[in-house]
């Protein structure tokens, strides 16, 4: 995989620190298949990173999904709000 995009996986990774680290590890891994897809279209990684974005608000985004499903009181839910809070306040 291209540096790029390995910069942008340890970005998103590093802002979903607060979570678990089995959910951050899937959400990398969703992250990269769709890289991968891209690439395998001829897309270069400049362009995959700009299609995808600003790390950080992407991995908001993923918090923020989390956030939605489910609801009242769960230890992954409270993880999430402060790794939220963490983006917030960067």
Not at 10 to 34: F, N, Q, W
Not at 37 to 46: K, P
Not at 49 to 63: I, S, T
Request: one cysteine or more; proline letters at 3%; a negative charge.
């Amino acid at each position: 995989m291209d540096k790029i995009l390995e910069k942008y996986l340890d970005t998103v990774d590093r802002h979903l620190r607060p979570l678990p680290a089995s959910e951050r590890v899937d959400i990398v891994k969703e992250i990269k298949g769709s890289m991968m897809e891209m690439q395998s279209e001829g897309i270069s990684a400049e362009n995959i990173a700009q299609k995808l974005g600003d790390p950080r608000e992407l991995a908001k985004a993923y918090l923020g999904d989390l956030l939605s499903n489910g609801t009242g009181f769960s230890w992954k839910r409270f993880l999430t709000v402060c790794a939220l809070s963490y983006l917030s306040w960067l």
